[in-house]
């Protein structure tokens, strides 16, 4: 026994541990300086959130070294009792759990929150380490890509429904890992051009958005085909009908409007479209028909999801984003006084405790999602490059790492620890130069708070000690 544990200390990856204990340690005393009035003697005092994140950096230190014991193959044969069990608290805190900042995502007991989101991207980058490992899959099968899909989706659901729309987001990182393990790049474009479509549908009127898509739709059938003839006859008959439907509206005062007329249009001249298609035999046109009508309803739906998914705050943070509104002294306010922290820390910052932003607290949550303002004003440009410099090398050791495992299973979780990472770490940075939408995730391991910090310690040194068996195959 005590043989297999000098291997665990003589195996592990002390360079990553070491990026671990410095982010924390710079994490801890960035929340000190965002709490800090002045009037603080101890830095124990327990009252404080910086001496409550003491205890969240001691009980770590317990839950990396759980992680550590317990045998490697625990994690793979497991994985989906794991996955299950957080399953369960998604749904039980649904039931029994606290309502904070508007989001019922709260097991509170006593002085003790926890908040199951945070435990779940671990659970489910093993769930899906496990299938993914599976022997014989093919990852290019439809049926591969829908298994998946329910296995990471069901619990953005079920944190959708906790109404956490920024943790929820976190989970569609995993599809980067399914495209680097196999994954047909068109999945990958389609969720490109889905996000695309999204913004798109915010900024401009959908009837502009069809004629896009219809003139789309149109070029792809050329270059499929190479019948010019045919793509401008079907253009043109497209055209008449949308106008005669569009001046029969306006001559006959009926209530059609813009979006309507050309759908109309686009429903009728289908019907001739498909009998040309049906005579010439050509298959590729039904795809595209699909993918035309898909993209449609897709546009339709955006409207319906974005009010019902996202909060009013949300959505009105996202509009100022993408300039919709313009709101400076409330859904931009923080972004705006985050960004003047940020700039007025200049090359070499303030000094440590010196930040006046901070001290006066002009920015809402300095100490959770708004921690990088911190950096930015007392350490200024210098100091944010050193922080994202580690999280950068934190990130390529991860990717160094995962390539390593001769095991599968310990890749895919690998490449899952560090999608994770990286998401947070470029939103939650996004966030406070406005480059992203204020959604709400902590900055890895600098952010306050007990469930985040104890969720990324489980999922990082769950991989480290799989590194440790790298040489095993474990599936």
């Given at each position: 026994m005590q043989d297999r544990k000098a291997n665990i200390w003589q195996s592990i990856d002390w360079v990553t541990i070491g990026l671990y204990f410095l982010l924390v340690s710079l994490g801890w005393f960035n929340i000190y300086s965002a709490v800090y009035t002045g009037e603080q003697s101890e830095a124990f005092d327990f009252t404080a959130?910086?001496?409550?994140?003491?205890?969240?950096?001691?009980?770590?230190?317990?839950?990396?070294?759980?992680?550590?014991?317990?045998?490697?193959?625990?994690?793979?044969?497991?994985?989906?009792?794991?996955?299950?069990?957080?399953?369960?608290l998604l749904i039980a805190v649904l039931i029994f759990g606290k309502t904070i900042n508007g989001a019922t995502s709260w097991f509170v007991i006593g002085p003790v929150r926890l908040q199951p989101s945070e435990f779940a991207k671990f659970a489910t980058a093993l769930a899906?380490?496990?299938?993914?490992?599976?022997?014989?899959?093919?990852?290019?099968?439809?049926?591969?890509?829908i298994a998946f899909s329910a296995i990471a989706f069901l619990p953005l659901v079920l944190i959708l429904l906790q109404k956490d729309a920024g943790s929820a987001l976190v989970f569609f990182i995993f599809f980067l890992v399914y495209f680097r393990e196999g994954m047909p790049s068109a999945y990958l474009?389609?969720?490109?051009?889905?996000?695309?479509?999204?913004?798109?549908?915010?900024?401009?009127?959908?009837?502009?958005?069809?004629l896009i898509l219809e003139a789309l739709a149109f070029i792809a059938f050329y270059l499929q085909v190479k019948n010019i003839k045919m793509t401008l006859y079907g253009a043109l008959f497209l055209?008449?009908?949308?106008?005669v439907i569009w001046?029969?509206?306006?001559?006959?005062?009926?209530?059609?409007?813009?979006?309507?007329?050309?759908?109309?249009?686009?429903?009728?001249?289908?019907?001739w479209y498909i009998g040309r298609l049906y005579k010439h035999k050509i298959r590729e046109g039904y795809f595209i028909l699909i993918v035309l009508f898909a993209s449609v309803a897709f546009t339709?739906?955006?409207?319906?999801?974005?009010?019902?998914?996202?909060d009013d705050y949300q959505q009105q943070r996202i509009k100022v984003l993408l300039g919709i509104e313009s709101d400076p002294y409330g859904a931009g306010y923080n972004v705006?006084?985050?960004?003047?922290?940020?700039?007025?820390?200049?090359?070499?910052?303030?000094?440590?405790?010196?930040?006046?932003?901070?001290k006066f607290k002009f920015v809402p949550e300095q100490s959770t999602d708004f921690i990088f303002c911190t950096v930015g004003e007392e350490w200024g440009f210098l100091g944010t490059s050193v922080i994202l410099s580690l999280f950068l090398f934190l990130l390529l050791r991860l990717i160094y790492l995962a390539e390593r495992q001769k095991s599968r299973f310990s890749r895919v979780f690998g490449y899952c620890v560090a999608s994770i990472i990286f998401f947070h770490v470029a939103i939650n940075v996004g966030m406070t130069i406005g480059l992203a939408p204020v959604?709400?995730?902590?900055?890895?391991?600098?952010?306050?708070?007990?469930?985040?910090?104890?969720?990324?310690t489980f999922l990082l040194f769950i991989f480290l000690k799989l590194d440790v068996n790298r040489t095993q195959l474990i599936n």
């Open positions: 959130r910086y001496g409550r994140q003491l205890i969240w950096i001691f009980a770590s230190i317990i839950i990396m070294l759980i992680a550590l014991v317990i045998d490697s193959k625990f994690y793979s044969s497991f994985s989906f009792v794991i996955y299950g069990v957080v399953i369960f899906l380490a496990k299938y993914l490992s599976a022997y014989n899959l093919k990852p290019e099968k439809i049926k591969t890509f474009l389609i969720g490109f051009l889905s996000i695309t479509l999204f913004i798109l549908s915010l900024i401009i009127d959908n009837y502009v958005i069809f055209a008449i009908v949308t106008v001046g029969a509206s306006k001559l006959f005062d009926l209530p059609i409007s813009k979006s309507n007329a050309i759908l109309i249009g686009l429903a009728g001249s289908t019907v339709f739906a955006v409207d319906s999801a974005f009010h019902k998914v996202f705006n006084q985050s960004m003047i922290a940020i700039g007025s820390g200049g090359a070499a910052g303030k000094g440590y405790l010196q930040g006046t932003q901070t959604i709400g995730i902590p900055l890895p391991f600098f952010s306050y708070g007990g469930s985040s910090l104890w969720g990324f």
